[in-house]
């Protein structure tokens, strides 16, 4: 439902929409009626027989441009205006959708609302779905040439995992995925056609999605049970089929709504260069077949394609994007070319490097519609899996339980892979997409081809018409430019983490602690990345802020600027350099920073709430008024740091190189809060923290506590560079 109408205005529009001439003649104003005179007596009084179903409010189209949480209140004000809140009658809402702030927030939700939340599977109920599975397949009650039929075999087979799911209950851990009643069916399904190492399937939802899509490409889009197809079959299989998967995956997420008309598809895949669109216009391969397939719901009137779950297009979504990663370094034979010279920091890439070639696909496949989280989940747990995929023990066991998995990479082509992200967030840093690239014409430079971003935008745009009279909106430059930044910051800062955790950054951290460690950092090799020399071992890690302390809060802010997603909030960057950054002001709300360096780093009225800070290094860092509420700072070490007026509401006991001065510094606190040994609750933290604010000075002198120098911008360090290029034009 189009939520840019009110709220009739968008009902009548769906169904004429979806139910073909036959819904031309829909009366919204008599529905109105109806809904609002017609009454039935109850136990409470009377109200509307009528009762609206609004399924999938998570789903929200976000084609227009603005932020997910401004079309949530719009869809939601509407309902109240037009069906709660009204005083002639009472009429019954129901809304489901996945669980999130932004509804909270929205002010839908009254004292008087009944939330109902889908909870684990209790594993007596799991273990009666097996039995009944089981009863309900063998045998089939049905049987023929075009029946599928499967089995589950001996059910003892899967008593180990039922016991440890029944034993972790309600706490389920890596096997969420048998406590979900659409996932745990997928399971059972994939675990079926296996002959052993069945807890592999559901180490994750990802890794099940994983399976099931080796299983199902190799048998042409038919479940994981059914028959191979003869040699003399036209079904689509194998590589090609994923690739087609990948691409309606990729168009489904940019169109944003969960179905996609024929003809927008058509273009989509057209401009995407993903899966075989010629496939598709043949008489073997007609898009009417696929889109039954396995993945798909039934193709309708209108053609329009809608996966059958909208799960299984966020996985096909995150695997694409890591497969164009891993073409990438395929096309560079699994070498880096050069960084490119700082002076040219506004010159796009040549048009035969590679990292223009991925810019062009990253570009098109991140910049329509934010990176969610549920993708975001399944592009992490890929790239964990994929960099130490090389290893022999891991490649055999997947290539065992796998039908046709993707083929893997070397360490040197992650290596490579890596390098590019860091240019391309270098890229990306710099605006070169916002920037016109001059041409030496007769002698003259002309500026008459638009910025890569004005493409950009047309990519994202609704490209068909589809019996619409009022042309589609259009998305900003700056939407466009913050979709793809904070992509582009995940993707860069999860490669190289994954890569350092291969080459076992985690023992060095519990070797010789996040501060020894980080004290062999330099700058490079790149400009955004930093090493860090343990031992034989050299570890390249990201460094978002580049050669100016500034530039990662001028980035965080310019994304963050354009209204369609809060950055950095929520992400992913474990292993990241941000020694002497100036940070003052950010927001890293439940944001994965283990073993960070924020050495000499400015982050004054900084928000860590929640975030995960576990074994980063704090030397001598400047925390004046930063929140730190419920922040896991279990082996971080916060030597000689400045904690001047901090919110210290979180467990300190496993802190490294805390002082009683620090904590007597420190604004508020709860007396209940633990400690490292032979250290006290200072005396004006409360049981209930007071919502006091006292400039340095007093706080110095109220505590009694000799002034130290002053510290208002972080130390000059050799780290950075004086260099004139980039942001400040």
């Given at each position: 439902m189009r939520v840019d109408l009110e709220l009739f205005d968008g009902i009548k529009d769906t169904i004429v929409r979806f139910s073909g001439p036959q819904g031309a003649d829909f009366n919204v104003d008599t529905l109105r009626e109806k809904v609002y005179s017609e009454i039935v007596p109850v136990s409470t009084g009377e109200i509307s027989p009528y009762v609206f179903i609004f399924d999938g409010w998570d789903e929200i189209n976000l084609s227009a441009d603005e932020g997910f949480q401004k079309r949530v209140d719009r869809l939601l004000g509407s309902i109240r205006r037009n069906l709660t809140d009204q005083n002639r009658t009472t009429v019954r809402v129901i809304?489901?959708?996945?669980?999130?702030?932004?509804?909270?927030?929205?002010?839908?939700?009254?004292?008087?609302t009944k939330v109902l939340l889908t909870?684990?599977?209790?594993?007596?109920?799991?273990?009666?779905?097996?039995?009944?599975?089981?009863?309900?397949?063998?045998?089939?009650?049905?049987?023929?040439?075009?029946?599928?039929?499967?089995?589950?075999?001996?059910?003892?087979?899967?008593?180990?995992?039922?016991?440890?799911?029944?034993?972790?209950?309600?706490?389920?851990?890596?096997?969420?995925?048998?406590?979900?009643?659409?996932?745990?069916?997928?399971a059972m399904r994939v675990m079926a056609s296996l002959p052993d190492d069945i807890e592999a399937v559901v180490a994750s939802p990802t890794s099940l999605y994983r399976h099931l899509t080796d299983l199902t490409c190799k048998r042409g889009g038919k479940p994981p049970n059914a028959a191979q197809a003869s040699r003399a079959s036209t079904?689509?299989?194998?590589?090609?089929?994923?690739?087609?998967?990948?691409?309606?995956?990729?168009?489904?997420?940019?169109?944003?709504?969960?179905?996609?008309?024929?003809?927008?598809?058509?273009?989509?895949?057209?401009?995407?260069?993903?899966?075989?669109?010629?496939?598709?216009?043949s008489d073997e391969y007609p898009l009417s077949r696929l889109m039954v397939s396995f993945y798909f719901k039934q193709a309708g009137e209108h053609s329009a394609c809608e996966f059958l779950h909208k799960s299984f297009r966020e996985y096909l979504t995150a695997e694409a994007?890591?497969?164009?990663?891993?073409?990438?370094?395929?096309?560079?034979?699994?070498?880096?070319?050069?960084?490119?010279?700082?002076?040219?920091?506004?010159?796009?890439?040549?048009?035969?490097?590679?990292?223009?070639w991925l810019t062009r696909k990253l570009g098109e496949m991140l910049s329509a519609q934010w990176l969610t989280t549920p993708v975001l989940n399944h592009i992490l747990e890929l790239l964990r899996w994929e960099v130490g995929r090389y290893r022999k023990d891991r490649d055999e066991r997947d290539r065992h339980l796998s039908g046709?998995?993707?083929?893997?990479?070397?360490?040197?082509?992650w290596m490579c892979i890596r390098d590019a992200l860091a240019d391309l967030w270098d890229w990306w840093g710099e605006g070169v997409h916002l920037r016109a690239q001059p041409e030496l014409k007769q002698k003259t430079w002309n500026l008459d081809q638009p910025?890569?971003?004005?493409?950009?935008?047309?990519?994202?745009t609704r490209r068909v018409n589809y019996k619409r009279p009022t042309p589609p909106p259009t998305k900003r430059t700056a939407t466009i430019d913050a979709q793809l930044g904070a992509a582009l910051f995940q993707l860069c800062a999860a490669v190289h983490w994954f890569i350092s955790v291969d080459k076992a950054w985690l023992n060095a951290v519990k070797d010789v602690g996040p501060r020894n460690l980080w004290a062999n950092v330099s700058p490079g090799p790149r400009r955004y990345q930093a090493t860090v020399v343990h031992g034989e071992v050299k570890f390249i890690q990201f460094a978002p802020t580049g050669r100016s302390r500034y530039y990662f809060r001028n980035y965080a802010q310019r994304i963050a600027g354009s209204g369609v997603g809060k950055f950095p909030e929520f992400t992913f960057m474990p292993g990241a350099c941000f020694r002497g950054a100036g940070l003052s002001d950010l927001r890293f709300i439940s944001t994965e920073m283990f073993s960070c360096c924020l050495d000499d780093a400015y982050m004054g009225y900084c928000d860590f709430t929640r975030c995960d800070l576990e074994s980063a290094s704090l030397y001598d860092a400047n925390l004046f008024a930063t929140g730190l509420f419920q922040t896991n700072l279990d082996g971080a070490d916060l030597t000689e740091a400045n904690l001047y007026s901090a919110n210290l509401r979180t467990n300190l006991d496993k802190v490294l190189g805390l002082t009683q001065i620090q904590l007597a510094t420190t604004g508020e606190g709860y007396k209940a809060t633990l400690l490292p040994q032979n250290l006290k609750v200072p005396s004006h933290w409360q049981t209930k923290s007071p919502?006091?604010?006292?400039?340095?000075?007093?706080?110095?002198?109220?505590?009694?506590?000799?002034?130290?120098?002053?510290?208002?911008?972080?130390?000059?360090?050799?780290?950075?560079?004086?260099?004139e290029s980039s942001e400040a034009d």
């Open positions: 809304i489901t959708g996945r669980p999130s702030a932004a509804i909270d927030r929205s002010g839908v939700l009254r004292e008087q909870r684990a599977v209790h594993p007596t109920a799991l273990r009666n779905y097996v039995q009944r599975l089981k009863d309900a397949l063998d045998p089939p009650q049905f049987d023929g040439d075009a029946i599928q039929s499967w089995t589950l075999g001996a059910v003892e087979r899967y008593e180990p995992l039922l016991s440890r799911y029944e034993k972790e209950f309600p706490n389920v851990g890596t096997l969420q995925v048998l406590g979900q009643p659409l996932l745990a069916h997928l079904r689509l299989e194998g590589e090609n089929l994923r690739s087609l998967l990948h691409g309606v995956a990729l168009s489904i997420t940019a169109h944003g709504t969960e179905a996609i008309p024929e003809d927008e598809l058509q273009l989509r895949l057209e401009s995407l260069g993903i899966g075989d669109l010629h496939a598709l216009e994007v890591v497969e164009v990663l891993k073409q990438y370094a395929r096309r560079c034979n699994e070498t880096s070319p050069p960084e490119k010279a700082s002076n040219d920091y506004w010159r796009d890439f040549a048009a035969e490097d590679p990292r223009y046709v998995p993707t083929r893997p990479l070397s360490p040197a082509g910025p890569f971003v004005s493409e950009l935008c047309k990519l994202a919502k006091v604010s006292l400039p340095v000075n007093a706080i110095n002198v109220y505590f009694d506590i000799p002034p130290g120098p002053a510290k208002t911008d972080p130390p000059e360090i050799n780290w950075f560079e004086d260099d």
